[in-house]
């Protein structure tokens, strides 16, 4: 018998448990309209990856484009910090369509080659293997705290060439940002103040990088503006969206992957059979089994028919990773975690002309950082008591996990 399909996605059972409320939606209302938000949900791996491909359709010019109000509501006094936000995201270029966006990519798009990110694996491992060292002094550790946030926040920093000392105060402001996906009332002022500080911070140094550019990440950004296709407000704004996404997603890779493994015993046994020739297929099905990222939002071009539904023009669209990931049309037993799945045509960066660029990195620094856990511990333990996830409608975020090990 089909579950009644709750509309508030910021409940607890929601946050702590996606994958059941998705299972209801996707199989009873694959393109289901949530009134509480005006929002289409698009859970089916198919109508999904068909979205992405046609982004003619489906604008990724939401904060530019989007008439209505925030979701969930904020404070009425707080509209004015709203618009302000709204112009902020707007300049991103994963916020805009083409051929401005292929423009902005093509900027950075040959930074993050596979062969340039193959460079940093050696740097990755050592800083893996630093921050291990220091856990096994402890004799426990917290894998968000400890693990999962210094090992990306620290290569990030490094490619952009922002000072090491800086990266605590870098990861406080960017988790200001974060409450973009928040449902609290009062979330423009934390967003508003991370924006202004982080826009305080770059923009001095973006000036130094057009002075005197070097060979980092954000001289390269910042030749976008030297070559017209950036104006400066846009280096700063995607200077921030490159530390933020540059870490925030490899972070739930892995603190969701290290939970996977330790609730998944056998598999662990397996994968410390070989972890150096499994690290690949494992970090991919980390990316299936728990998605770092959990939906991303789109806005409707003009009147689109999708499963019997006419998904009307300026309507709000989400795509969830979260369910299409599990979809069992097209992942034999989706519930089951294997790191020998094959294939894995997961979506976890998501598909079409705006598939993540810096999945490669991500990619990395999953495998490198799995393969140092399995060959250091034997198995690992869960001493949090419950696992709590951040209220979040875009990532999938552990708060804390600490753990030990035999």
Known sequence: MATAICDNLFT???????????????????????KDYELW?????????????????????????????PYPSINESDMGLYQYVKDFFADWFIQKDRPLHADMRKVLHGYFNPKAMELWRPMV?????????????????????????????????????MPNQDRQFIRELAEKLLFIGRGEVDRMKPLTEGIQELQEYLGPIVGERIANPSDDLLSVLASGETKGVYSRDEVVANAILLLLAGHETTINLICNGTRAFIDHPDQWALFKQDPAGLMKSAT?????????????????????????????????????????????????????????????????????????????????????????????FESMNIETETIEYQPSISFRSIKSMKVTWN
């Open 125 to 161: 491992i050592d800083v893996i293997e630093m921050l291990l060292d220091e856990a096994e002094e402890k004799g426990s550790m917290d894998v968000m705290a400890d693990f999962a946030t210094p090992l990306p926040l620290l290569v990030i920093a490094q490619m952009l060439g």
């Open 41 to 69: 949900l698009i859970t089916r791996y198919d109508d999904l990856v068909w979205l992405t491909r046609h982004p003619e359709l489906f604008s990724s010019a939401v904060f530019a484009n989007d008439p209505r109000d």
């Open 284 to 376: 991919e099905e980390c990316l299936r089994y728990d998605s770092p990222v959990k939906s991303i939002q789109r806005i409707a071009s003009e009147d689109v028919e999708m499963r019997d539904k006419v998904l009307k023009k300026d309507e709000r669209i989400r795509w969830f990773i979260t369910a299409a990931n599990r979809d069992p049309e097209k992942f034999p037993e989706p519930e089951k975690f294997d790191i020998n799945r094959y294939p894995n045509l997961h979506v976890a960066f998501g598909s079409g002309i705006h598939h993540c660029l810096g999945a490669t990195l991500a990619r990395l620094e999953g495998q490198e950082a799995f393969r140092a856990l399995a060959n250091r």
């Open 12 to 34: 607890r059972d929601v946050i702590q448990d996606p994958y059941t409320y998705f299972e209801n939606v996707r199989e009873n209302d694959p393109v289901h309209w949530n």
